[in-house]
């Protein structure tokens, strides 16, 4: 469906739930005096003369002034029962007639911001609600709602970070070491392989390792997170960083200094001609 461009200029009348209720006591209101009372009132004279139900070719053609999908439609009613009343729907430049006005499985109200307001991914002057999250024009592997170019294949496939990557844990932590790519052509797909510290399956250390919004989730019961960290030979200690704690060990002395957030364990192994035995260090940064 197109959109229509006259819609940016309309939808400043409502951009709030408060707007959109005053919207549709307005056009109830019009319509009762103008389809029901008094269609020759000033205002009224442009509608046109088919009533609700009744077929249309275009909304000039309704006593309404809205023709939804060949019918002529109450502006302050909901023909598709998504929450958005039809009369809205027309100003935002969505179908009233179809809960998902681009077929791509997520409904209309819930590609529209937190006031109701247009949104536009990829700022292309399509908004999301009719510009789909699935359909790629151009056979770039970059669907339309996120392609600025819709006819033109791009070789930059970034933009699909944000509709194929996570956003919870580290993942959300590390959102610059996020890739996106189409392996044999097909549909994207997130590389994780740059994120540090990413576990699928989970491991145990207070964190989301593995993106999915839980901590922790395959230790019920709790656990302890153990960590080998192995020193080169040399003196004066050394930093040795693993993919959940950092410590500063200092070798031939008993103390170890912690810093990091997790409870771990660092067993050290020495090389022998330096320290022939493993130290065992229990604590909680």
Partial sequence: M??????????????????????????GIRYLFCAVLAPWLLGCEDAGSVG??????????????????????DPSADEDSDGLINGFEYNLGSDA???????????????????????DTDRDGKPDIVESAVADVDGDCITDQYDAHDDNPDTDKSPMIAAVCPEFGICGEQRDKLRAACPNGGAAVCILDDVVGFAN???????????DGRVDEDFPGGCS?????????????????TSRFRATLAMGQPALKQTGTSKFRAVIGGNPALAPQSRSVTGSP
């Fill in 97 to 119: 007639g179809l809960k998902d006005s681009d077929d791509d499985q997520i409904l209309d109200p819930d590609e529209l911001g937190p006031g109701l307001e247009l949104i």
């Fill in 2 to 27: 197109a959109f229509h461009k006259e819609a940016n200029i309309e939808l400043g009348l409502f951009t709030s739930l408060d707007a959109l209720v005053d919207s549709r006591r307005a056009t």
């Fill in 225 to 241: 997170v153990a960590r080998t960290s192995f020193i080169a030979p040399g003196s004066g200690g050394k930093t040795v960083a």
């Fill in 201 to 211: 399956p989970e491991v145990c250390d207070g964190r989301d390792d593995n993106c």
């Fill in 52 to 73: 609700v139900g009744g077929t249309c070719a275009a909304s000039t053609e309704c006593s309404t002034s809205l023709c939804v999908q060949g019918s002529c439609v």
